[in-house]
């Protein structure tokens, strides 16, 4: 007979594959068997009536992100990662991002001093590019990937991060030969800036007119123009945070002609629309809605999820960047009163990304379970490496989720974690929400009480993402 550190007992377990009743059974932090009858564990959960899957992986979130003259981030790695628990996940993936004239390396170290310690759970980071000079695609760029940060971000819009054309082919090309993941923002950069400059011109100042500025078309053409960039060096790419259908069927039409590109959609693209950025009457409660891309409208929210169901979005994340909306650091700070281009972009959404998925999408027959899964979990770990992560099997991490696939909220700031002043989604109602977090077997949150502690994340290498890599590219004879 094993002996269990701890055995959950009459759940439901949910895999990308599988929906079956059994139990499931842990020893030091690893799941270490999956059936009925299992002996007695040294810990019992009853998990009756609840849903057993991995735990969240939230592959795209912002935390303790310096501010570049603008506003601090409302959350650090403590109140990020808790607010992350609480939602039902047991890994982020962050951002480590270099700022212009600074090494790789030296960012990446600031981003540990910065996390560790201070998470509540499991974490890796992506790179984010913004100075690639031959050293750091040469040297620092090649070495990091082999430490275990194996993927990175570049930009084609916002001042202090945007590469030109030449710039992205070369950190293509280079993550090409090391194999590192690129994930790419787009939106491009200068007809933001014409929009932004005819919009200041003409008065148009609320945060309405963020969204004004950087309409479908500014996100296709930069969809376009990253896919024939991946083209031409034959390097996969992931398109990050896709608002709606235009970028998408970008997206479809290079998956169709047998190109490597990768698509992530996040909850306000399926949740919140440019009419929200109006905030009360066209005054400044619009900011909390400012991000980018911004939110569109309803059809898009139908084409994403047919995008969704399509296979175009293999991972659905939150974008998590979360800024204050009261006091001078936030979103009613002076110069943001002045023009929407001083909105500090993002908003919080870790701990409600899996609730509005379920509640939007298996609840109303849109996804199944297994779906949800793998769209939350099981594609995170797959697509960046989390070599013992997002799923439920022996021998990989014991995290996981108990969900409550009935339970109705309405979602509001007092039920958050995070250190936001609001959510965007006041008010928001939902079915399905997480009963209880643990992270490597252990219970992390439970009824929506924080059981865990911030030195208990662990930071993880990560292996090269299967799907990075040269696959063809424009001959050279
Ligand atoms: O507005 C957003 N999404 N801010 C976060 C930064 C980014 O581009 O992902
Ligand atoms: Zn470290
Ligand atoms: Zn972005
Ligand atoms: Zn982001």
Redesign the pocket.
């Known amino acids: 007979m094993q002996d269990f550190d701890l055995v959950i007992r009459g759940g439901t377990i949910v895999t990308v594959a599988d929906t079956s009743r059994a139990d499931l059974g842990v020893k030091d932090g690893k799941i270490a068997a999956i059936g009925t009858g299992l002996a007695k564990g040294r810990e019992e959960i009853d998990a009756t009536g609840l849903l057993v899957m991995p735990g969240g992986i939230d592959s795209?979130v912002?935390l303790a992100q310096p501010a570049f003259g603008g506003p601090a981030m409302a959350d650090g790695f403590e109140s990020g990662t808790r607010s992350a628990i609480a939602g039902g996940n047991t890994t982020v993936l962050p951002?480590a991002l270099q700022s212009r004239g600074t090494s790789l390396r030296k960012a990446v170290e600031d981003y540990h001093k910065e996390a560790d310690g201070q998470s509540y759970c499991d974490y890796g980071f992506h790179m984010i590019l913004t100075d690639p000079t031959p050293a750091v695609l040469g040297q620092e760029l090649p070495a990091l990937v082999a430490g275990g940060y194996s993927s990175l971000?570049v930009?084609m819009t916002?001042d202090d991060l945007v590469l030109n054309d030449r710039e992205l082919l070369e950190v293509f090309d280079a993550a090409g030969e090391c194999g590192a993941l690129v994930m790419v923002?787009c939106e491009g950069y200068d007809a933001i800036r014409f929009m932004t400059e005819k919009l200041e011109k003409a008065g148009r100042l609320a945060p309405y007119f963020h969204a004004v500025s950087r309409p479908q078309s500014v996100e296709r053409e930069a969809a376009h123009r990253a896919i024939s960039h991946s083209e031409l060096t034959g390097v996969p790419i992931m398109i990050?945070?896709v608002s709606g259908g235009e970028a998408m069927e970008q997206i479809r039409w290079a998956r169709a002609r047998g190109l490597k590109i990768m698509g992530e959609t996040c909850t306000q693209y399926v949740s919140l629309t440019a009419e929200d950025l109006k905030g009360l009457n066209m005054d400044e409660t619009g900011g909390k809605y400012?991000?980018?891309?911004p939110p569109r409208d309803r059809e898009s929210w139908e084409a994403i999820w047919n995008g969704i169901q399509t296979g175009v979005f293999q991972v659905f994340s939150s974008?998590h960047?979360p800024f204050f909306f009261e006091g001078e650091l936030g979103k009613k700070n002076p110069k943001a009163r002045t023009s929407f281009r001083w909105v500090?972009?993002?908003?919080p959404g870790v701990e409600v990304r899996m609730p509005i998925l379920w509640s939007e999408g298996v609840v109303k027959g849109r996804i199944t379970p297994n779906e949800f899964v793998a769209l939350t979990s099981t594609n995170h770990a797959r697509i960046y490496g989390l070599t013992n992560k997002g799923s439920l099997a022996p021998g990989y991490d014991a995290d996981i989720v108990l969900w409550d696939p009935e339970r109705r909220v309405t979602i509001s700031q007092d039920l958050m974690h995070h250190g936001s002043d609001y959510t965007p989604w006041e008010g928001f109602q939902v079915t399905g929400w997480p009963e209880a977090t643990l992270l490597r077997g252990e219970l992390v949150m439970r009824g929506g009480e924080i059981l865990g502690r911030k030195d208990k994340g662990r930071f993880l290498p990560r292996a090269l993402s299967p799907m990075a890599g040269r696959h063809g590219g424009a001959a050279l004879d």
């Open positions: 795209h912002h951002f971000k930009f916002y923002h990050v945070h400012v991000c980018s891309p974008d960047c500090p972009n993002g908003i």
